[in-house]
């Protein structure tokens, strides 16, 4: 099997990521302990694909919840059976200059307008803030096999009892996310 360098693992997640735009972002409630998970869009990775932002509201109670516990994780799943699980801490950033670099006017649409000319949706909407997750570590399991591809190997493993191989599972340890984050 071939070694596969650290970015190489971040740069195969980040394209699967972008493809997904969409995962579930779980939090724990420190007052109760409960865990709770929301789809969030990403909104951008950026130091070289171990920092994943989303939009939020800041007051929502999933910033609460990390102010009080900032450990999250987030998943992401597609309908061929592609997932990642990457773990972190994520704090709220309300620096306009981040909030304008990556704003979008269909945020108005989930922000609303309260009509007083400050909490308008907008890009210099104060509730409007950036949730910036900071990987630990990921796991993945994503595949470069057509659908053909994918059957051929299931067919396979039925045929011969060997086990498919049908996706690549992959891990990215801290030690690795440390040594892109210096780089």
Known sequence: ????????????????VGVCKFGMMTTRDPASGKLDSRCMAVTAEERNGTDYLFFTNTHSHKTE????????????LDSSGQWA???????????????????????????????????DGSENDPRIGIIRV???????????????????????????????????NREITETEVLALRSA
């Open 134 to 168: 900071k990987m630990t570590s990921a796991t993945y399991s994503i595949t470069d096999k057509t659908i053909l591809g994918r059957l051929a190997e299931v067919a396979k493993g039925v045929v011969t009892g060997e086990q498919a191989q049908v996706n690549t």
């Open 65 to 76: 919840e990390l102010k009080g516990d900032p450990h999250v994780n987030l998943s992401f």
């Open 85 to 119: 699980s990457i773990s972190g801490t994520a704090g709220v950033e309300t620096d306009r200059g981040l909030v304008k670099k990556y704003y979008s006017p269909t945020l108005r649409a989930w922000m609303g307008d309260q009509g007083d000319g400050v909490h």
């Open 1 to 16: 099997m071939a070694t596969v360098s650290p970015q190489d693992k971040v740069n195969a997640l980040d394209k699967f």
